[in-house]
């Protein structure tokens, strides 16, 4: 792979008044052949599997009327592969394991979310739904 490169001047540390330069990487391969045609479908369809994959999944949080995460439903595609679902606080460690296994249904509503819930001081956290090849994140509040 060879990377096209545009400096001008040496490296030094920028004056105050200093506005950026956008510097432009292109990227090739040695031989500079274009993908094939058959290589190009294959990349196209791992898109779009991917793309479905992340819109016929859903995760929701749903709330009591004073404000409480009391419920977590998860919709799959794919009833029959495994599933994680994990909570996270906004620094990025994780709180609670709520969900290991394969689902069995499409729509699954978590039992043990309100009492993973209950353990959790006053804040913001995210539950994060994964699965065989995707990830889904949901914000949650938890104020009492």
Sequence with gaps: MTIAQNFDKPYLAPAKDYTPQIYKYIFTTPTDNVLSKQESQETKKKVQSVLSDSTENTIEVN???????????VTVKEKDKKINITIYNLIGNKVSDVFNAVPGANRIEIDNFKKEVEKLSNGVYICVLQGHNYRLMKKFTVSR
């Excluded at 709330?63 to 439903?73: A, T």
């Design 63 to 73: 709330y009591s009327p004073i404000g409480e995460p009391i419920e977590l439903v």
